[in-house]
């Protein structure tokens, strides 16, 4: 059974720092890359970041750079990604995603973590 839990979401000030985590499992972790989207209501979902199964490059969100870093531990099946400087903007369901790196259609969703920025 596949699943991505993610972890780490919750109330922050602006200018503060989160951690979110997304444990994988039920699948070869190892041979997809991880990506975080996130989603306000009436909005399309947004890419943030990803980080690639091969060599551990990375892109980021234009909104994000700077900002937020994606990181991956193939040992411990997991995908972080660290958000520092945050803004009320960034208040958002922030979703973990993993995508076959020789099939694309072969991908999966996390259930969602919730990061709101406010005072």
């Known amino acids: 059974q596949v699943q991505l839990v993610e972890s780490g979401g919750g109330l922050v000030q602006p200018g503060g720092s989160l951690r979110l985590s997304c444990a994988g499992s039920g699948f070869t972790f190892s041979a997809y890359a991880m990506s975080w989207y996130r989603q306000v209501p009436g909005k399309e979902r947004e890419l943030v970041a990803v980080i690639s199964s091969t060599d551990g490059s990375t892109n980021y969100g234009d909104s994000v750079k700077g900002r937020f870093t994606i990181s991956r531990d193939n040992a411990k099946k997991t995908v972080y990604l660290q958000m520092n400087s945050l803004k009320p903007e960034d208040t958002a369901v922030y979703y973990c995603?993993?995508?076959?790196?020789?099939?694309?259609?072969?991908?999966?969703w996390g259930q969602g973590t919730q990061v709101t920025v406010s005072s």
């Open positions: 995603y993993a995508r076959n790196r020789w099939t694309s259609s072969i991908n999966y």
